[in-house]
T-cell receptor, first 108, second 112 residues
Framework: KNEVEQSPQNLTAQEGEFITINCSYS?????LHWLQQHPGGGIVSLFM?????KKHGRLIATINIQEKHSSLHITASHPRDSAVYIC??????????WGAGTKLIIKP | KAGVTQTPRYLIKTRGQQVTLSCSPI?????VSWYQQTPGQGLQFLFE???????NKGNFPGRFSGRQFSNSRSEMNVSTLELGDSALYLC???????????FGSGTRLTVV
């Protein structure tokens, strides 16, 4: 079993829909990252969370430490949000353990 | 401020050759990490350097090595290239352990 599990693996939605991507982990963590990777490979760090909730524009990330679960939400989704979203947890040695990613396609 | 710069962006090498990739972190960031991304294995940690010292190493063969210079720039070297080394190599920097990462755009290596 992978230490970081993301769901769904693939997600296709219509423009304007509310998107939720989930991440569950089984190790002790010091922080959790949500990252966005566009075609071509560039990775952008969206959030780093250790508790609670963070919001940036249309993106919201939450984490429940007790349940070892995090969610990334996108409100009013847009085709430019199409990308791979990756959850990565930072373990006690400050190393990142990666999820497999969720490929999101937003259709106009 | 400038982001993390990786050079070259694209590289084609022949089996058996060696390759050196470069990563210049954000000014002031002392930690540089390297990752390999392949379609089959996803993102995998290679190693992390902090103040010129390798702090952690992933599960890669000895053909993969790296170093960090006094200006925090880092290089990654792969010797005796194999076809399976074809991948996107990503570099990330951070100021210290508690902070988030900033990623470079990556170097796409193709081994033929």
């Amino acid at each position: 079993k992978n230490e970081v599990e993301q769901s769904p693996q693939n997600l296709t939605a219509q423009e304007g829909e509310f998107i939720t991507i989930n991440c569950s982990y089984s190790v002790g963590i010091s922080a959790l990252h949500w990252l966005q990777q566009h075609p071509g490979g560039g990775i952008v760090s969206l959030f780093m969370l250790s508790s609670g909730k963070k919001k940036h524009g249309r993106l919201i990330a939450t984490i429940n430490i007790q349940e070892k679960h995090s969610s990334l939400h996108i409100t009013a989704s847009h085709p430019r949000d199409s990308a791979v979203y990756i959850c990565a947890v930072m373990d006690s040695n400050y190393q990142l353990i990666w999820g497999a990613g969720t490929k999101l396609i937003i259709k106009p | 401020k400038a982001g993390v710069t990786q050079t070259p962006r694209y590289l084609i090498k022949t089996r058996g050759q060696q390759v050196t990739l470069s990563c210049s972190p954000i000014s002031g960031h002392r930690s540089v990490s390297w990752y390999q991304q392949t379609p089959g294995q996803g993102l995998q940690f290679l190693f992390e350097y902090f103040s010129e010292t390798q702090r952690n190493k992933g599960n890669f063969p000895g053909r993969f090595s790296g170093r960090q210079f006094s200006n925090s720039r880092s290089e990654m070297n792969v010797s005796t290239l194999e076809l399976g080394d074809s991948a996107l190599y990503l570099c990330a920097s951070r100021s210290w352990e508690g902070r988030g990462y900033t990623f470079g755009s990556g170097t796409r290596l193709t081994v033929v």
